[in-house]
C-alpha cells in the first residue's frame, strides 16, 4: 500500500490489481511493529486486532468471486479506545478498564465494518478523553511523527497519528471539545465534527453527552464524506464550491502566530479563486464565548459511572466511577479531577451551561444570516505544539462543541520546521456538504502533509 493513499486511492488500485487488502494489511501491522513500540516510539496503539490479516484475506477472495463489501471494501481502520469492538476491551486508556469486555460493537463502528472496513487495532488517547494531549497510563504518550518530542494532540490522537503515520488508512474518534479537530490538525489531516445527534453514540465512552459525537480523520475530504455517509446512514447531497458562496472569518481567533496566520491566508486565496467571496466577520460577543464552567464537568460523572453499570460483562470492569477511583488504576495526576467530576452535580450548574450553549447558537445563527456567510473560517489551534504538554490553543474548537454544528479542519500547508498547518471550517447543522465542497477548494491548494519516515 502506497502510504500517500487515501480510500479512493486504494479502492481503485485494488479493482486495477496493483494492491490487496491482505498487502495493505500487511504494510499497515509493518509499519506498526517498525514505528509504534520501536523506532520513533510513537505509541498510537493500544492493541492491534488478532484477526486483521485473517478479515483481509476474506476480503481479497470476495473481490476475486466479483462481490463487493461495500464503500469501504478491505480499507484498513485505526478506532480510538473509548468505541466499543465486540472481542476486544474498550480501555478509555485506563489501566483500571484493562480488561473491559463490552457487550457489542458500536452501531457507529458496525456501520464501518459492514461496508468492508477493517479494523487493525485500537488506539491511544488522552486517558477518559479529558485532555487535548493524547497520554494514558496504559500507553503513555502518543508522539507527533512530524516532531516525536512534541504531542499529537488529543484525545483522539492515536486515531490521528495512526493514519499519518500509515498504520491505517482512516480513524474513527470522537469529539467533545476538539478531540477530532485537533490532532488532525497537529498531523496533518482531515477532521470531521459532524452535526451533534447524527451519528450514534451507543457504546462509546461518554465524556459529556451534551457535546459528545463520533466523528472521522482521513487524508481528504472525499474520504470524510464517504465515511460520513455510511455513519449516519444517510447520504449527504453533494455540493460544489461556486461563485455567490460567502465565507466569513473569525479573525478573534487567530493569536498571534505569523505562520498559522500565513494558512488561513493560503485558504482565503484558494477559496476566493474558486469564486467564493471571504469577508472578515465580526468578533462574537464576549458573553456567548465558550469560556468559565464546561459541561463537562457537570456531565462526566454520572454519565461515566452509568456506562460503568451497563456497558460491559460482568467481572471484566468497575461498576462505577467511585471503583475506579479506588482501585487507582489511572494516571495520578487525574485523581484530583476525577474525584470532583464524581462528586454529586448541581442540576442549575448544567441548566446554565446549555443556557450559554443555546445562547452561542443564537449569535452564531445571527452573523451567518446578517452577512449572509454560508461557513466560517479560523485555526482550530492559536498555537502549533512544542512539547508533550497540553497546548494552549484557545477555545476555537469549542465553538462546534458548544453548538453543535458541524465542522471540519482540513491541512493548509507547513511551517518553516515542516509541521502541518492547518483551519476549520464551521457551518449550519446538517451542512456538512458544505464543508465539504469548500475543504475540497482548500484542499487543492495545500498538498497533504506527509511523515519524512
Known amino acids: 500500500m502506497d502510504d500517500g493513499h487515501d480510500i479512493r486511492a486504494f479502492l481503485s488500485s485494488c479493482e486495477a490489481g496493483r494492491d490487496s487488502a491482505s498487502a495493505a494489511v500487511a504494510a499497515c501491522l509493518a509499519r506498526i511493529a517498525a514505528h509504534d513500540r520501536a523506532g520513533l516510539f510513537l505509541s498510537a496503539m493500544l492493541r492491534v486486532s488478532p484477526d486483521a490479516q485473517d478479515v483481509a484475506s476474506d476480503c481479497d477472495d470476495a473481490r476475486r468471486r466479483g462481490a463487493r463489501l461495500g464503500a469501504l471494501h478491505g480499507v484498513p ?18 489501566r483500571a478498564l484493562e480488561a473491559a469486555m463490552p457487550w457489542r460493537t458500536a452501531p457507529a463502528l458496525d456501520a464501518l465494518l459492514a461496508a468492508g472496513a477493517i479494523v487493525v487495532g485500537k488506539t491511544n488517547l488522552s486517558e477518559f478523553s479529558f485532555e487535548i494531549r493524547s497520554r494514558s497510563s496504559l500507553g503513555g504518550d502518543t508522539r ?23 498504520f491505517a488508512l482512516a480513524g474513527l474518534g470522537t469529539d467533545t471539545g476538539g478531540s477530532i479537530r485537533v490532532p488532525a490538525a497537529y498531523n496533518g489531516l482531515v477532521g470531521l465534527r459532524p452535526t451533534w445527534g447524527t451519528i450514534p453514540t451507543i457504546g462509546v465512552a461518554p465524556l459529556a453527552p451534551s457535546t459528545d459525537t463520533v466523528g472521522t480523520i482521513t487524508r481528504s475530504v472525499d474520504d470524510a464524506a464517504t465515511m460520513l455517509s455510511l455513519l449516519a446512514a444517510a447520504r449527504s447531497p ?34 476566493h479563486a474558486a469564486g467564493v467571496e471571504v469577508d472578515a466577520a465580526p468578533d462574537l460577543p464576549d458573553a456567548v464565548l465558550p469560556r468559565g464552567d464546561h459541561i463537562v464537568d457537570e456531565e462526566f460523572g454520572p454519565s461515566f459511572d452509568a456506562y460503568l453499570r451497563s456497558n460491559f460483562r460482568p467481572g471484566t470492569a468497575a461498576d462505577s466511577l467511585a471503583a475506579v477511583i479506588a482501585e487507582r488504576g489511572f494516571l495520578p495526576e487525574y485523581e484530583e479531577v476525577l474525584r470532583a467530576r464524581a462528586a454529586p452535580r448541581s442540576a442549575s450548574v448544567r441548566a446554565a451551561i446549555l443556557a ?27 498555537v502549533l505544539p512544542s512539547s508533550m504538554d497540553n ?25 518553516s520546521e515542516g509541521m502541518p498547518l492547518s483551519a476549520e471550517l464551521l457551518a449550519r447543522p446538517h451542512a456538512e456538504a458544505t464543508l465539504f465542497a ?7 491548494s495545500a498538498p497533504r502533509p506527509t511523515p519524512t519516515f
Open 77 to 94: 481502520i485505526a478506532v480510538k479506545d473509548n468505541i466499543d469492538l465486540a472481542g476486544m476491551p474498550t480501555t478509555s486508556g485506563c
Open 144 to 166: 507527533n511523527p512530524f516532531s516525536p518530542s512534541v504531542t499529537s494532540g488529543g484525545s483522539s490522537g492515536g486515531t490521528a497519528v495512526a493514519v499519518a503515520a500509515g
Open 238 to 271: 453533494s455540493s460544489d464550491a461556486r461563485a455567490g458562496m460567502r465565507v466569513g472569518v473569525l479573525r478573534q481567533l487567530l493569536g498571534t502566530s505569523v505562520e498559522i496566520d500565513a494558512g488561513i491566508d493560503r485558504a482565503k486565496a484558494a477559496l
Open 356 to 382: 450559554r450553549h443555546a445562547e452561542l447558537r443564537g449569535a452564531l445563527t445571527r452573523v451567518m444570516d446578517r452577512f449572509g456567510f454560508d461557513a466560517l473560517l479560523y485555526p482550530p489551534s492559536a
Open 391 to 415: 497546548p494552549m490553543g484557545g477555545w476555537a474548537p469549542e465553538l462546534a462543541a458548544c453548538s453543535g454544528w458541524p465542522a471540519l479542519a482540513l491541512p493548509v500547508g507547513r511551517t
Open 438 to 444: 469548500l475543504g475540497r477548494v482548500i484542499e487543492a
